[in-house]
């Protein structure tokens, strides 16, 4: 048996989330990021952190997150989404380039179709889907570090390494939505479950193959995720 605590060199774990800001601003840190080309910006002690995160198992913090799969290189097919736009606090805000795998685009297309034939005024919006196993990495520290104070066994059940990821493997990539009111929004994501999207995904999602993978309760030890549904197509 391995040692299921995994310890950080803290101080250098702490330097990785400017790091990553900056490379995010120089549009080098995107979701399609591939690992060879974001380990030649970082130092041999911020590769050692990726390692590490990359190797986690979180079975060794007491979650059974279903295994996603082996990592695989960015496929080249991916759909870019761009200029999606929502509204939070009376103002506007453009989302960041998303990318979505080709034969999932689809089903969302079709998917947000049927969603707009019910409620034309609102917009079923991506606010992520396919992440390189190196843009996860990165996903994972962030939240490690800026949204639960370094504590690993708490942000395993949030954000999962790249081999437990459902956004990593694109064959089967999960999407997370957003609506236009800019739900869910960081401060309080759980309010996503009282939207019309989310009323709607729990009716109408299992026909677009999409379901959603985390629920309050689950059986994984997985947080509730509502906005969070994996296309399933076999
Ligand atoms: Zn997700």
Redesign the pocket.
């Known amino acids: 048996m391995s040692d299921p605590v995994t310890f950080f060199d803290e101080s250098t774990l702490k330097t990785l989330p400017a790091r990553f800001e900056s490379l995010e601003a120089q549009g080098v840190l995107t979701p399609t990021v591939t690992l060879a080309r974001l380990e030649t910006a970082l130092s041999a002690a911020q590769r050692a952190i990726f390692d590490q995160i990359m190797n986690l198992d979180p079975r060794d913090y007491g979650v059974s997150t279903p295994y996603a799969g082996d990592l695989e290189p960015v496929p080249a097919d991916l759909v870019k989404v761009s200029g999606q736009q929502y509204a939070e606090h009376g103002e506007q805000k453009t989302m960041s380039e998303k990318y979505v795998p080709r034969h999932i685009f689809g089903a969302y297309v079709r998917m947000n179709d049927a969603f707009m034939a019910e409620h034309s005024n609102r917009r079923l919006l991506i606010q992520?889907c396919y992440r390189s196993p190196a843009y996860q990495v990165a996903v994972f520290i962030n939240w490690l570090i800026n949204g639960y104070d370094g504590d690993i066994a708490k942000t395993i059940r949030h954000a999962s390494p790249p081999r437990y990821s459902?956004?990593t493997i694109a064959s089967k990539a999960?999407?997370?939505f957003r609506n236009i009111d800019g739900s869910p929004s960081s401060g309080d994501p759980e309010d996503f479950t009282a939207t019309i999207e989310y009323a709607w995904l729990r009716q109408h999602g299992g026909e677009f193959s999409f379901y959603e993978?985390w629920p309050a309760g689950n059986e994984f030890g997985m947080r509730a995720?509502p906005?969070?549904w994996q296309h399933r197509s076999s």
């Open positions: 992520s459902q956004h999960a999407i997370d993978s995720e906005w969070h």
